[in-house]
């Protein structure tokens, strides 16, 4: 069992910036990857950013690449994302989810998370 908590939401300005933390407990953190999603209401939950385990190796979609990046402090058992140039279109609830290192399916795909935290909100106003 993994326990995720999400912090670091709010209002911001488009353009500004915002570092969300998904803090975990429970099991060995560096055993599972590191999915950042988000969910505006009325839309399916879309995948932003992970990273593996160890933090070697992350991976973005094409939507946020270049803006957002995704580190992870296994020390803290902490996930960070930090998201620059935000835009109103990006209101949403702002999830984490885990999953074992050994789970090789698609790990874009929200339903191939084992783990959720309740998330934080993230409102960009324009």
Avoid: H
Avoid at 9 to 16: N, S
Avoid at 68 to 81: E, H, M, P, W
Avoid at 83 to 92: D, F, G, I, V, W
Avoid at 114 to 120: N, V
């Amino acid at each position: 069992q993994v326990q995720l908590v999400e912090s670091g939401g709010g209002l911001v300005q488009a353009g500004g910036s915002l570092r969300l933390s998904c803090a975990a407990s429970g099991r060995t953190f560096s055993n599972y990857v590191i999915g950042w999603f988000r969910q505006a209401p009325g839309k399916e939950r879309e995948f932003l950013a992970r990273v593996t385990g160890s933090g070697g190796v992350t991976y973005y979609a094409d939507s946020v690449k270049g803006r957002f990046t995704i580190s992870r402090d296994n020390a803290k058992s902490t996930v960070y994302l930090q998201m620059n140039s935000l835009k109103p279109e990006e209101t949403a609830v702002y999830y984490c989810g885990a999953v074992p290192n050994t789970v090789f399916r698609d790990r874009t795909n929200p339903r191939t998370y084992s783990y959720w935290g309740l998330g934080t909100q993230v409102t960009v106003s324009s």
